[in-house]
């Protein structure tokens, strides 16, 4: 297997990425909807900003990975409603 020695990124690549790649959410429910890639204003991509790209990409599906592997808390409407009774 080979390593990939990824070069150290310009901080306004970073930005640029962040600027055009975002998650996107359901309205409704607020979960992880889609990861949104808006149109550059440029395509013609830079080795720094495609890098930068790359990495955001990644960085974003690992988020999203690690959001649908937590667990769930569900709230019990009942143990709800008795905690909201108590005078604590």
Request: charged share 35%; no cysteine; net charge negative.
């Amino acid at each position: 297997m080979t390593a990939v020695t990824i070069p150290q990124l310009d901080p306004f690549d970073v930005e640029f990425a962040e600027d055009y790649i975002q998650l996107s959410r359901d309205v409704a429910t607020n979960e992880i909807a889609s990861i949104y890639v808006e149109h550059f204003d440029d395509p013609h991509l830079t080795r720094g900003n495609a890098r930068a790209v790359a990495l955001r990409l990644l960085a974003l599906a690992d988020e999203w990975d690690q959001v649908e592997a937590r667990p769930r808390l569900r709230r019990l409407p009942d143990v709800d409603d008795e905690l909201r009774e108590r005078d604590v």
